[in-house]
């Protein structure tokens, strides 16, 4: 158990197992990718511990890049509009992987891929560490996902509790 400012948290998934099923990912991607030297780039903050050890693992010739997603309401008429802050890399023709910490709602992911698909990449896909499939309000291909875990509140490995939490090495959950 951890304490994470207010609130208790209980151990969900150990580090070791993360580490088994992200070298499997890793593995997986590491084939389809060969001779394709995919351009993988990881939305931080949340997914640098995952793309940091997915990514190690790969051992196909790769570039690898960084995102930050601004999302924010624009008008209430067109609702949330998503910026995609620093892709220096031209994508247009590249095989682009997106690696992300967790798909919630799915919405930030796919307004993401939305504005990288107008680039017009050779192949998106995305590799996810976590997938709250019951949250997903929209119905999006998601090739690589580490673990379906249920609607319930993770942190640590990466992900964040109001900032804190990302330093701990196993994934925990929200104690009821
Ligand atoms: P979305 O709902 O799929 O758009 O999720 C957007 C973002 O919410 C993710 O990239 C995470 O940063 C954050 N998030 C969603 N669920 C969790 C969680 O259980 N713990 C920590 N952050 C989360």
């Not at 158990?1 to 992200?22: G, H, S």
């Not at 992987?97 to 896909?125: C, G, N």
């Amino acid at each position: 158990m951890v304490q994470v400012k207010d609130k208790q948290f209980e151990v969900f998934l150990p580090e070791t197992e993360i580490l088994a099923r992200t070298s499997q990912l890793a593995a997986q991607l590491s084939r389809d990718y060969a001779n394709k030297e995919p351009l993988f780039v990881a939305v931080l903050n949340g997914s640098f511990i995952f793309a940091a050890d997915l990514i190690r693992h790969v051992s196909v010739p790769c570039h690898v890049s960084f995102v930050r997603v601004h999302s924010y309401q624009s008008t209430a008429s067109t609702g949330t509009l998503t910026e995609v802050i620093g892709l220096q890399e031209n994508i247009e023709g590249r095989h682009v992987v997106v690696v992300e910490d967790i798909v919630d709602t799915a919405l930030t992911m796919s307004r993401l891929l939305a504005q990288l698909r107008e680039q017009m990449p050779a192949s998106l896909e995305v590799a996810t560490l976590l997938c709250k499939r019951e949250a997903m309000q929209t119905d999006l291909a998601l090739k690589y996902v580490g673990f379906d875990i249920p609607n319930r509140f993770v942190v640590g490995y990466g992900l964040d509790y109001d900032g804190f939490a990302r330093n701990l090495p196993d994934l925990y959950v929200l104690k009821d």
